[in-house]
Nanobody
Framework: QVQLVESGGGLVQAGGSLRLSCAAS????????MGWFRQTPGKEREFVLA????????YYADSVKGRFTISRDNAKNTVYLQMNSLKPEDTAVYFC???????????????????WGQGTQVTVSS
């Protein structure tokens, strides 16, 4: 199994930036499509963005395109979420997830992900 641990969350003012990290266990990190989801109280998890196994292809939700960037370092078993121009509506618990099979065409589907981190809180003040 893959264990994922997110870090880097915190409190930031609107317009600011944060960089989240997701450290994965195991020796097959490069075999997984990696994604970020977020969730606020009373809402379902929302897809944010995903990155292919090679790191060469990415898929973004419209709400974050142009502001967020996903990247990965397979040598370090780590995926990153760089968040810029943060808005109060970005406030959520952010979850890292790993999919053993998903292509980017279905990477936005929560059901494609087999492993999930515990989440890290991001709070954007106005």
């Amino acid at each position: 199994q893959v264990q994922l641990v997110e870090s880097g969350g915190g409190l930031v003012q609107a317009g600011g930036s944060l960089r989240l990290s997701c450290a994965a266990s195991g020796r097959t990190f490069s075999s997984y499509t990696m994604g970020w989801f977020r969730q606020t109280p009373g809402k379902e998890r929302e897809f944010v963005l995903a990155i292919s196994r090679s790191g060469l292809n990415t898929y973004y939700a419209d709400s974050v395109k142009g502001r967020f960037t996903i990247s990965r370092d397979n040598a370090k078993n780590t995926v990153y979420l760089q968040m810029n121009s943060l808005k109060p509506e970005d406030t959520a618990v952010y979850f890292c997830a790993a999919s053993p099979a998903a292509r980017l065409g279905v990477a936005s589907m929560e059901s494609q992900y087999a492993y999930w981190g515990q989440g890290t809180q991001v709070t954007v003040s106005s």
